[in-house]
């Protein structure tokens, strides 16, 4: 057992695929998603990289794993804007469709197109090629009412208590 929970550790802080060799019951690896430094995270499960006037936003590595493997990707046009809390699109799994959240307001500036032909990139590189939308935030004081990467684990690991 203590075997296994290593290997499923490792193979996730690896991005290796693990969850094959586990039970359906056994699901430790969701203790173990990836939560970077320099991001910012809404208890809805999205994240933001703020970069010079533009900031980034997707879903997290937790949330992905949660929903499973995404097979379809709903995202709006540029041009148009994004209230903090607000939905700006959706992601559909083989598990459920998921509404997407923005953790900020702004104008959307642009849209990973990648996502339409390539959804499972959601799946695999959440927080580099799966982002989702770029925002010109319109208040940049919203980012700090986001948590960071160690009140976002805390956040997700008493949430998975809950349940």
């Known amino acids: 057992m203590a075997l296994r929970m290593w290997a499923s550790s490792t193979a996730n802080a ?21 939560v970077l430094d320099g991001l910012k995270y809404a208890t ?16 997290t590595d937790h949330a992905q794993d949660h929903l499973g493997e995404v097979v379809f990707v709903d995202l709006p ?8 809390g607000g ?22 500036v642009e849209v990973n197109t990648k996502l339409t032909e390539t959804p499972g990139l959601v799946n ?5 090629d799966g982002w989702m939308i770029k925002v ?14 160690k009140e976002y684990t805390k956040f997700c690991e008493e949430e998975a208590a809950a349940h």
């Open 44 to 59: 809805s499960h999205e994240w933001v990289k703020h970069e010079g006037p533009v900031a980034s936003v997707g879903i």
């Open 87 to 108: 939905s700006f699109g959706a992601v559909e799994s083989v598990k459920a469709t998921s509404d997407i959240n923005s953790p900020i307001s702004g104008e959307i």
């Open 77 to 84: 046009e540029p041009g148009g804007s994004v209230s903090k």
């Open 14 to 34: 690896l991005r290796l695929s693990s969850k094959a060799s586990l039970s359906p019951a056994f699901s430790l690896h969701r203790c173990f998603s990836s």
């Open 124 to 128: 695999s590189s959440p927080y580099e």
């Open 136 to 149: 010109k935030p319109s208040d940049p004081s919203e980012l700090g009412s986001l948590m960071g990467p």
